[in-house]
Protein backbone atom coordinates (compact mmCIF):
# COMPACT_ATOMS: atom_id res chain seq x y z
CA UNK A 1 0.00 0.00 0.00
CA UNK A 2 1.34 3.53 -0.96
CA UNK A 3 0.39 6.16 1.57
CA UNK A 4 0.63 9.65 0.87
CA UNK A 5 0.18 12.71 3.44
CA UNK A 6 -1.63 15.05 0.89
CA UNK A 7 -3.47 14.60 -1.83
CA UNK A 8 -1.36 16.92 -3.86
CA UNK A 9 1.51 14.54 -3.46
CA UNK A 10 -0.70 11.39 -4.87
CA UNK A 11 1.08 10.27 -8.13
CA UNK A 12 -2.25 9.81 -10.67
CA UNK A 13 -0.35 7.56 -13.43
CA UNK A 14 -3.13 4.72 -12.98
CA UNK A 15 -6.74 5.66 -12.74
CA UNK A 16 -8.64 5.53 -9.27
CA UNK A 17 -11.45 3.83 -7.45
CA UNK A 18 -12.02 5.62 -4.06
CA UNK A 19 -13.93 5.93 -1.54
CA UNK A 20 -14.07 8.64 1.02
CA UNK A 21 -14.46 9.25 4.96
CA UNK A 22 -12.71 9.36 8.56
CA UNK A 23 -13.32 5.79 8.82
CA UNK A 24 -12.47 5.39 12.69
CA UNK A 25 -12.00 1.80 14.03
CA UNK A 26 -12.10 0.78 10.65
CA UNK A 27 -14.62 -1.67 12.00
CA UNK A 28 -16.81 -4.51 10.14
CA UNK A 29 -19.10 -1.95 8.89
CA UNK A 30 -16.28 -0.33 7.42
CA UNK A 31 -14.46 -3.23 5.51
CA UNK A 32 -17.52 -4.08 3.87
CA UNK A 33 -17.27 -0.92 2.46
CA UNK A 34 -13.38 -1.58 1.61
CA UNK A 35 -13.67 -4.85 0.28
CA UNK A 36 -16.10 -3.95 -1.99
CA UNK A 37 -14.03 -1.14 -3.14
CA UNK A 38 -10.82 -3.67 -3.41
CA UNK A 39 -12.80 -6.26 -5.47
CA UNK A 40 -14.41 -3.42 -7.74
CA UNK A 41 -11.08 -2.04 -8.22
CA UNK A 42 -9.48 -5.18 -9.26
CA UNK A 43 -12.34 -6.22 -11.94
CA UNK A 44 -11.75 -2.69 -13.28
CA UNK A 45 -8.48 -2.66 -13.73
CA UNK A 46 -8.25 0.49 -10.65
CA UNK A 47 -6.04 1.53 -7.89
CA UNK A 48 -8.16 1.08 -4.69
CA UNK A 49 -7.76 4.10 -2.75
CA UNK A 50 -9.42 6.08 0.26
CA UNK A 51 -9.06 9.20 0.98
CA UNK A 52 -9.06 10.13 4.62
CA UNK A 53 -8.30 12.78 6.66
CA UNK A 54 -6.57 14.22 9.72
CA UNK A 55 -7.03 15.84 12.24
CA UNK A 56 -10.67 14.90 12.01
CA UNK A 57 -12.98 17.37 10.64
CA UNK A 58 -14.72 17.97 13.93
CA UNK A 59 -10.82 18.95 15.81
CA UNK A 60 -10.75 21.76 13.78
CA UNK A 61 -14.25 22.70 13.35
CA UNK A 62 -15.48 22.48 16.33
CA UNK A 63 -12.66 23.14 18.90
CA UNK A 64 -14.17 22.84 21.89
CA UNK A 65 -15.30 18.98 21.03
CA UNK A 66 -14.06 16.36 23.06
CA UNK A 67 -13.65 13.36 20.68
CA UNK A 68 -12.00 10.61 21.52
CA UNK A 69 -11.33 8.19 18.09
CA UNK A 70 -10.88 4.27 17.94
CA UNK A 71 -7.15 4.53 16.16
CA UNK A 72 -4.68 6.76 16.00
CA UNK A 73 -3.37 7.46 12.53
CA UNK A 74 -0.88 4.86 12.46
CA UNK A 75 -3.40 2.44 14.13
CA UNK A 76 -5.54 3.05 11.35
CA UNK A 77 -2.43 2.70 8.19
CA UNK A 78 -2.09 -0.40 9.74
CA UNK A 79 -5.25 -2.03 9.70
CA UNK A 80 -5.75 -0.80 5.99
CA UNK A 81 -2.66 -1.95 5.04
CA UNK A 82 -3.88 -5.08 6.15
CA UNK A 83 -7.04 -5.61 3.81
CA UNK A 84 -5.17 -4.57 0.56
CA UNK A 85 -5.91 -1.55 -0.28
CA UNK A 86 -4.02 0.10 -3.00
CA UNK A 87 -3.00 4.31 -2.10
CA UNK A 88 -4.67 5.86 1.25
CA UNK A 89 -4.19 9.61 0.93
CA UNK A 90 -4.05 11.10 4.26
CA UNK A 91 -4.98 14.90 3.44
CA UNK A 92 -4.81 17.48 6.28
CA UNK A 93 -7.74 18.77 7.24
CA UNK A 94 -7.64 22.69 7.55
CA UNK A 95 -10.31 25.33 7.44
CA UNK A 96 -9.10 26.13 3.92
CA UNK A 97 -9.75 23.00 2.94
CA UNK A 98 -13.39 23.13 4.53
CA UNK A 99 -13.71 26.05 2.46
CA UNK A 100 -13.01 24.46 -1.49
CA UNK A 101 -16.97 24.58 -3.16
CA UNK A 102 -18.02 21.39 -4.38
CA UNK A 103 -16.73 21.64 -7.88
CA UNK A 104 -13.14 22.51 -6.92
CA UNK A 105 -13.08 19.68 -4.34
CA UNK A 106 -14.44 17.29 -7.59
CA UNK A 107 -12.65 18.91 -10.68
CA UNK A 108 -9.17 20.59 -9.21
CA UNK A 109 -8.49 17.11 -6.34
CA UNK A 110 -10.71 14.06 -7.57
CA UNK A 111 -10.38 14.25 -11.02
CA UNK A 112 -7.19 16.32 -12.09
CA UNK A 113 -5.19 15.07 -9.39
CA UNK A 114 -6.43 11.62 -8.04
CA UNK A 115 -7.78 10.80 -11.78
CA UNK A 116 -10.90 9.21 -10.18
CA UNK A 117 -12.93 7.14 -12.68
CA UNK A 118 -15.52 5.18 -9.88
CA UNK A 119 -16.70 6.61 -6.10
CA UNK A 120 -18.03 4.66 -3.68
CA UNK A 121 -19.76 6.50 -1.22
CA UNK A 122 -22.91 6.94 1.36
CA UNK A 123 -26.05 7.96 0.16
CA UNK A 124 -25.99 10.46 3.09
CA UNK A 125 -22.52 11.68 2.38
CA UNK A 126 -21.96 15.77 1.97
CA UNK A 127 -18.81 17.61 0.73
CA UNK A 128 -18.22 20.76 -0.65
CA UNK A 129 -18.22 24.66 1.47
CA UNK A 130 -20.44 23.85 4.20
CA UNK A 131 -21.33 20.41 3.25
CA UNK A 132 -23.57 21.86 0.73
CA UNK A 133 -23.24 19.32 -2.29
CA UNK A 134 -24.72 15.29 -1.85
CA UNK A 135 -24.51 12.23 -3.99
CA UNK A 136 -26.87 13.64 -6.30
CA UNK A 137 -24.62 16.49 -7.11
CA UNK A 138 -21.74 14.02 -6.86
CA UNK A 139 -23.57 12.19 -9.78
CA UNK A 140 -24.09 15.00 -11.74
CA UNK A 141 -20.49 15.82 -11.63
CA UNK A 142 -19.34 12.28 -12.75
CA UNK A 143 -21.55 12.68 -15.82
CA UNK A 144 -19.44 16.24 -16.47
CA UNK A 145 -16.18 14.36 -15.68
CA UNK A 146 -16.48 10.84 -16.94
CA UNK A 147 -16.35 8.89 -13.39
CA UNK A 148 -19.20 6.33 -11.93
CA UNK A 149 -20.97 6.80 -8.52
CA UNK A 150 -21.97 3.99 -6.66
CA UNK A 151 -24.04 4.53 -3.69
CA UNK A 152 -23.73 2.59 -0.59
CA UNK A 153 -27.23 2.17 0.68
CA UNK A 154 -29.13 3.49 4.14
CA UNK A 155 -29.03 -0.13 5.63
CA UNK A 156 -25.24 -0.14 5.11
CA UNK A 157 -24.49 3.93 6.28
CA UNK A 158 -26.44 2.37 9.35
CA UNK A 159 -24.45 -0.67 10.11
CA UNK A 160 -21.49 1.68 10.33
CA UNK A 161 -22.68 4.04 12.44
CA UNK A 162 -24.45 2.02 14.73
CA UNK A 163 -21.20 -0.13 15.27
CA UNK A 164 -19.07 2.89 15.73
CA UNK A 165 -21.66 4.16 18.57
CA UNK A 166 -21.61 0.85 19.83
CA UNK A 167 -18.26 0.37 19.74
CA UNK A 168 -17.44 3.35 21.52
CA UNK A 169 -20.04 2.80 24.08
CA UNK A 170 -18.40 -0.79 24.97
CA UNK A 171 -14.95 0.67 25.37
CA UNK A 172 -16.71 3.08 27.75
CA UNK A 173 -18.37 0.57 29.61
CA UNK A 174 -15.22 -1.86 29.49
CA UNK A 175 -16.95 -4.29 27.26
CA UNK A 176 -14.09 -5.60 25.45
CA UNK A 177 -15.52 -8.58 23.59
CA UNK A 178 -18.32 -6.56 22.01
CA UNK A 179 -16.21 -3.85 20.93
CA UNK A 180 -13.73 -6.41 19.48
CA UNK A 181 -17.27 -8.25 17.53
CA UNK A 182 -17.67 -4.87 16.18
CA UNK A 183 -14.00 -3.86 15.32
CA UNK A 184 -13.34 -7.57 13.94
CA UNK A 185 -10.00 -7.57 15.59
CA UNK A 186 -8.77 -6.84 19.27
CA UNK A 187 -8.59 -3.13 20.35
CA UNK A 188 -5.46 -1.84 20.26
CA UNK A 189 -3.35 0.34 21.70
CA UNK A 190 -0.35 1.89 20.98
CA UNK A 191 2.51 4.15 23.14
CA UNK A 192 5.76 3.96 24.30
CA UNK A 193 7.53 2.34 27.33
CA UNK A 194 8.49 4.79 29.98
CA UNK A 195 9.99 5.15 33.58
CA UNK A 196 7.19 4.21 36.14
CA UNK A 197 7.64 4.71 39.95
CA UNK A 198 8.52 0.58 40.66
CA UNK A 199 6.26 0.06 42.64
CA UNK A 200 4.91 -3.01 40.05
CA UNK A 201 8.70 -4.59 40.55
CA UNK A 202 8.36 -3.68 44.79
CA UNK A 203 5.57 -6.33 44.39
CA UNK A 204 6.72 -8.60 42.32
CA UNK A 205 4.75 -7.93 38.90
CA UNK A 206 7.16 -5.81 37.27
CA UNK A 207 4.88 -3.51 34.71
CA UNK A 208 5.94 -1.53 31.16
CA UNK A 209 4.48 1.79 31.79
CA UNK A 210 2.75 2.92 28.27
CA UNK A 211 2.48 6.59 27.74
CA UNK A 212 0.07 7.63 24.75
CA UNK A 213 1.05 10.57 22.98
CA UNK A 214 -2.20 11.17 21.07
CA UNK A 215 -4.35 12.96 23.53
CA UNK A 216 -7.41 12.13 21.46
CA UNK A 217 -6.95 8.20 21.83
CA UNK A 218 -10.38 6.28 23.38
CA UNK A 219 -9.16 4.67 26.55
CA UNK A 220 -11.13 1.77 28.07
CA UNK A 221 -12.43 1.88 31.37
CA UNK A 222 -10.37 1.09 34.04
CA UNK A 223 -9.43 -1.81 34.92
CA UNK A 224 -7.78 -4.96 34.70
CA UNK A 225 -7.62 -6.59 30.95
CA UNK A 226 -5.86 -9.77 29.10
CA UNK A 227 -3.59 -8.30 27.09
CA UNK A 228 -1.15 -9.48 23.77
CA UNK A 229 1.79 -8.28 22.26
CA UNK A 230 4.46 -9.13 19.32
CA UNK A 231 7.63 -8.12 20.89
CA UNK A 232 10.86 -9.13 19.02
CA UNK A 233 8.72 -11.01 16.64
CA UNK A 234 7.28 -13.75 19.54
CA UNK A 235 3.87 -12.81 20.78
CA UNK A 236 4.02 -11.89 24.29
CA UNK A 237 1.07 -12.62 26.96
CA UNK A 238 0.32 -10.03 29.91
CA UNK A 239 -2.30 -8.45 31.97
CA UNK A 240 -2.69 -4.62 31.86
CA UNK A 241 -4.10 -2.20 34.52
CA UNK A 242 -5.92 1.32 33.31
CA UNK A 243 -6.44 3.41 36.32
CA UNK A 244 -5.04 5.09 38.98
CA UNK A 245 -3.73 2.98 41.99
CA UNK A 246 -5.91 3.81 44.60
CA UNK A 247 -5.02 1.25 46.79
CA UNK A 248 -1.37 2.80 47.00
CA UNK A 249 -2.46 6.32 46.60
CA UNK A 250 -2.17 7.06 43.01
CA UNK A 251 -2.73 9.91 41.81
CA UNK A 252 -3.01 9.74 37.76
CA UNK A 253 -4.26 7.37 35.66
CA UNK A 254 -1.40 4.37 34.34
CA UNK A 255 -1.69 2.27 31.65
CA UNK A 256 0.48 -0.53 33.07
CA UNK A 257 1.29 -3.90 31.64
CA UNK A 258 3.02 -6.81 33.76
CA UNK A 259 3.85 -9.53 30.76
CA UNK A 260 4.04 -13.32 31.88
CA UNK A 261 7.25 -15.10 31.56
CA UNK A 262 9.15 -12.43 30.02
CA UNK A 263 12.29 -10.30 31.53
CA UNK A 264 13.07 -7.61 28.81
CA UNK A 265 14.12 -4.25 28.88
CA UNK A 266 11.42 -2.44 27.50
CA UNK A 267 12.20 1.22 28.03
CA UNK A 268 11.51 3.43 24.92
CA UNK A 269 10.22 0.85 23.01
CA UNK A 270 6.99 1.54 20.91
CA UNK A 271 4.85 -1.40 21.50
CA UNK A 272 0.97 -2.25 20.02
CA UNK A 273 -1.18 -3.81 23.03
CA UNK A 274 -4.38 -5.90 21.87
CA UNK A 275 -6.64 -6.20 24.50
CA UNK A 276 -8.22 -9.75 24.42
CA UNK A 277 -10.67 -9.48 27.36
CA UNK A 278 -11.68 -8.07 30.78
CA UNK A 279 -10.47 -9.47 34.08
CA UNK A 280 -12.47 -7.03 36.64
CA UNK A 281 -12.72 -3.47 38.07
CA UNK A 282 -10.09 -1.75 39.23
CA UNK A 283 -10.46 -1.13 43.25
CA UNK A 284 -8.78 0.09 46.42
CA UNK A 285 -7.89 -2.92 48.36
CA UNK A 286 -7.37 -2.43 52.51
CA UNK A 287 -3.57 -3.59 52.06
CA UNK A 288 -0.43 -4.16 49.79
CA UNK A 289 -0.71 -7.58 50.28
CA UNK A 290 -4.43 -7.61 49.40
CA UNK A 291 -3.72 -5.99 46.07
CA UNK A 292 -0.77 -9.08 45.78
CA UNK A 293 -2.91 -11.61 46.52
CA UNK A 294 -5.47 -10.58 43.68
CA UNK A 295 -2.87 -10.02 41.19
CA UNK A 296 -1.93 -13.75 41.98
CA UNK A 297 -5.84 -14.40 41.52
CA UNK A 298 -5.56 -12.18 38.18
CA UNK A 299 -2.32 -14.07 36.84
CA UNK A 300 -4.05 -17.48 36.92
CA UNK A 301 -7.46 -16.16 35.22
CA UNK A 302 -5.14 -14.48 32.37
CA UNK A 303 -3.34 -18.13 32.15
CA UNK A 304 -6.78 -19.44 31.77
CA UNK A 305 -8.21 -17.10 29.56
CA UNK A 306 -5.10 -17.28 27.47
CA UNK A 307 -4.88 -21.28 27.24
CA UNK A 308 -8.88 -21.21 25.57
Same mark, same amino acid.
Given at each position: ?5 ? *? ?7 A ?13 ? %? =?K ?22 ? %?? /???? =? ?31 ? $??? !? ?7 ? /? ?6 ? &?????? *????? /? ?25 ? !? ?6 ? !? ?5 ? /???? #????I???? #? ?7 ? @???? +? =? ?6 Q ?31 ? @?????? &? ?5 ? +???K &? $????? %? ?5 Q???? =? ?6 ? #?????? %? ?5 ? #? ?7 ? $?????? *????
Open positions: MITVQS *IFQFDKEHTALTIGTFDGVHIG %H =QILERLITDAKTTELKATVVTFFP %HP /RMVL =QKDADIKLLNTIDEKKLILEKLGLDNLIIHPFT $KDF !SRLTATEFV /RDLLVNKL &NTKKII *IGYDH /RFGRNRNANINDLITFGLTYDFEVEEI !SAQEIDDV !SVSSTKI /RKAL #ADGDETAN #AYLGYQYML @TGKV +V =QGKGLGRLDYPTANLHIEETYKLIPKTGAYVVSSTINNT @TVFGMM &NIGFNPT +VSG &N $KTIEI %HFLDFDDLYD =QKLQIDIM #ARLRDE %HKFESVN #ALKDQLFKD $KENTRS *IIAK
